[in-house]
């Protein structure tokens, strides 16, 4: 099976020296479900920047799709859609005009983007709510709302970050069950992290484990919990990266909106 995202030597150094990301390379095979693991601060959010076009790396190639996201940026984000950690849905317009503002800066027709929205709706069973408006909306709700905004332009891959943060265990499995069904019918790869370790071990084919910028392990659930010892993947996790507790990386309502201001202004 081929891979449809590449990455080689990818590294972030910021301007105060500190190195985020430290020369990682790895692979995400196509219809696969990967799962990106590690602490906080551990370089995740640095890295799914990257990959995304949100932030240019110091060194290193980055392929989604067969595009190169630093020299063909636009393209690559035609083969991915993305869904942040904390919501980042416009509070104050419908779940509609939310879908319809997201395909229009995707340059999907008038009609396309109609019988899309449509389809999304469906999907994620929020055909009776596409007219309310997101403020009145539950947290299941809102995820379900950006997973279709996240679809609504047929990506290749979906990117996920953090994506259960904060909902319920039920709203939780409701939410990997969409993922799952859309994996299977429609082959989409889906790029995921999570701190729900027993998501991880319950959904990914694969899985990566980065830590201080650098990956540490890779492989199969099983592979990882037979090289560590471990009867769990997070036994296994906590052995490879240790139990002192980390601080958080940065926003994503912002990442969001940065990547809305590149589309709209064509900014490499």
């Known amino acids: ?55 240019h790396p110091t060194e290193g190639v980055v392929h989604v799709g067969g595009a190169d996201v630093h020299e063909n940026p636009s393209e690559a984000r035609r083969a991915f859609g993305i869904v942040f950690q904390d919501p980042s849905l416009d509070d104050e317009l419908t779940a509609y005009e939310n879908l319809d503002f997201h395909g229009a800066l995707y340059g999907i027709s008038k009609k396309e983007r109609e019988k899309r929205i449509d389809d999304m709706f469906e999907f994620v069973e929020l055909s009776n709510r596409r007219d309310s408006l997101v403020k009145e909306f539950s947290g299941g709700m809102k995820r379900r709302l950006e997973i279709a905004r996240g679809l609504l332009h047929h990506p290749r891959v979906l990117f996920l970050d953090e994506p259960t943060l904060g909902l319920d265990p039920q ?22 992290t999570t701190h729900y370790l027993e998501e991880a071990e319950r959904i990914a084919n694969k899985t990566a484990i980065i830590d201080h910028g650098k990956i540490i392990a890779s492989g199969t659930v099983e592979e990882l919990k037979q090289n560590t010892g471990a ?37 490499r």
């Open 1 to 55: 099976m081929s891979a449809i995202i590449e990455v080689e030597h990818l590294t972030k150094k910021f301007d105060d020296g500190t190195v985020a990301v430290d020369d990682i390379s790895f692979s995400v095979e196509q219809g696969s479900i990967f799962a990106f693991l590690g602490p906080n601060g551990a370089g995740k959010s640095t890295t799914i920047k990257m990959l995304t076009t949100i932030l």
């Open 171 to 192: 709203t939780r499995n409701h939410l990997w069950r969409y993922i799952a069904d859309l994996n299977a019918s429609e082959g989409i790869t889906v790029f995921f």
């Open 231 to 267: 009867a769990t993947l997070e036994e296994a996790y906590l052995s490879l990266t240790g139990k002192s507790i980390r601080e958080e990386e940065g926003s994503a309502r912002d990442h969001m909106r940065a990547m809305h201001r590149a589309w709209r202004g064509g900014k």
